[in-house]
Nanobody
Framework: QVQLVESGGGLVQTGGSLRLSCTAS????????MGWFRQAPGKEREFVEA???????YYADSVKGRFTISRDNAKNTVFLQMNSLKPEDTAVYYC?????????????????WGQGTQVTVSS
């Protein structure tokens, strides 16, 4: 059974930084793409950024130049470094593991999810 455990959320002021972590267990980590999604109150879950097994990344335009995803396959962990945070980044952030290793921003292509971690950016 796959488990994804996130950490690192919290409250930060506009312009601040946070680093989210997600550690996976239960499946060979380096065979699958990993992604981060977020969901703000009253809004649909949206794609943030993802990384394939070889480190290639793709991201939403809204976080370009501010967020960076990375992975440590030896530690079964994926990170999301978030800089220059804005109030509109406030959301619950979810780590997700894809069912394969391909390009996808569609949450339906991700079959394992963490419990979510709250990120709040104050103005």
């Amino acid at each position: 059974q796959v488990q994804l455990v996130e950490s690192g959320g919290g409250l930060v002021q506009t312009g601040g930084s946070l680093r989210l972590s997600c550690t996976a267990s239960g499946r060979t980590f380096n065979m699958y793409a990993m992604g981060w999604f977020r969901q703000a109150p009253g809004k649909e879950r949206e794609f943030v950024e993802a990384i394939r097994w070889n480190g290639s990344r793709y991201y939403a335009d809204s976080v370009k130049g501010r967020f960076t995803i990375s992975r440590d396959n030896a530690k079964n962990t994926v990170f999301l470094q978030m800089n220059s945070l804005k109030p509109e980044d406030t959301a619950v952030y979810y780590c997700a593991q894809q069912g394969g290793n391909y390009y996808s921003t569609d949450s339906r292509e991700y079959d394992n999810w963490g419990q979510g971690t709250q990120v709040t950016v104050s103005s």
